[in-house]
């Protein structure tokens, strides 16, 4: 089996799999390129993830994830911002064990509005002060902060950043290699200013990161599991992978899957069912190689 070579399977898609057999059937499925999650990597602890992650000759995409810092100053701020110079440290470490290739990118979910607040401007104007804290950090690590607008049904709780002109507008202040944004299609497929905000994007190279999934009706209770294999919801893929073309990012794209029916599935059909949905929807408006 072989897997598109710009397609990296984030390892939510597979939730449950331990950071092994996740490595394992990834390239088992042909593919070249895993997104990670510091959860599984803390699981086996840095060091071994590198190691392993070095074995299996995977490319790493990004690592999930930094950011939850809207909170006011304080304790809780503190150990927020200094989780996420830890992060930056994960991520340069990982990326340097990956294979060539490899994207040392942070994705950042900003954090929602804080507990007892309605605050929603004050909580967003926090997100740019944490990252002028860390973005220094970032690029002495040569890491990409990649901030991820989420979609708004999530603004309370999650993330207050909910349009890509809002991750752009808190992202310009820094340069470009340091501090970059996500485009994942299930957040802001709904946006009537996308288009022209993935231009924006791209005409400053701050497009760190291309997430692919898709989004169908009726959502289930968590809206959080709302997301489905590409093709088979509402998103036109056909625009979006064009518009991130246009825009010059050449880099690996991930499927990240959030979704109870998928993670309760066998991981083996989950990654062939992934790479298949990719190839019919998103590969055939790609370039061949990662750096093309």
């Known amino acids: 089996m072989t897997a598109h070579p710009r397609l990296s ?14 490595l394992r059937l990834t390239r088992a499925g042909g593919y070249e390129s895993i997104g990670l999650w510091r959860e599984p990597v803390a699981a086996v602890g840095l060091d071994e993830a590198a190691r392993r992650l070095a074995d299996s000759g995977l490319r790493v995409s990004s690592l999930c994830r930094g950011g939850f810092f809207t909170l006011p100053e304080g304790a809780e701020r503190r150990t927020a911002i200094d989780e996420n110079r830890r992060a930056i440290e994960e991520t340069a470490t990982l990326a340097a064990a990956g294979a060539p290739g490899s994207a040392a990118v942070l994705v950042l979910v900003a954090g929602g509005i804080p507990a007892g607040s309605t605050d929603l401007v004050g909580a967003r104007e926090r997100v740019g002060d944490a990252l002028a804290e860390l973005a220094p950090d970032a690029a002495a690590a040569g890491v990409t902060l990649a901030i991820e ?5 999530y603004a309370s709780d999650r993330a207050v950043v909910s349009t890509l002109g809002q991750a752009l507008d808190l992202a310009e ?16 497929w709904w946006d009537p200013a996308v288009f022209d905000q993935i231009a924006r ?3 400053s190279g701050r497009i760190a990161s291309y997430q692919v999934c898709d989004w169908a009706t009726p959502l289930p209770a968590d809206v959080l599991l709302a997301r489905h294999y590409p093709g088979d919801g509402v998103i036109d893929f056909t625009a979006f ?9 050449a880099g690996d794209i991930e499927v990240e899957i959030f979704n109870q029916a998928i993670w309760d599935a066998a991981w083996p059909e989950v990654v062939e069912r992934t790479a298949s949905s990719f190839d019919r929807v998103v590969a055939p408006h790609l370039s061949a190689r990662v750096g093309a």
Request: aromatic share 10%; charged share 15%.
């Open 9 to 22: 399977l984030n390892q939510a898609t597979i939730k449950y799999a331990p950071f092994d057999e996740a």
């Open 241 to 249: 992978t064009r518009a991130v073309e246009a825009a010059e990012y």
């Open 149 to 153: 607008a989420l979609h708004p049904m």
């Open 201 to 203: 994007a791209g005409a």
């Open 173 to 188: 202040p820094f340069d470009a290699a340091a501090v970059g944004v996500v485009v994942d299609t299930f957040h802001v």
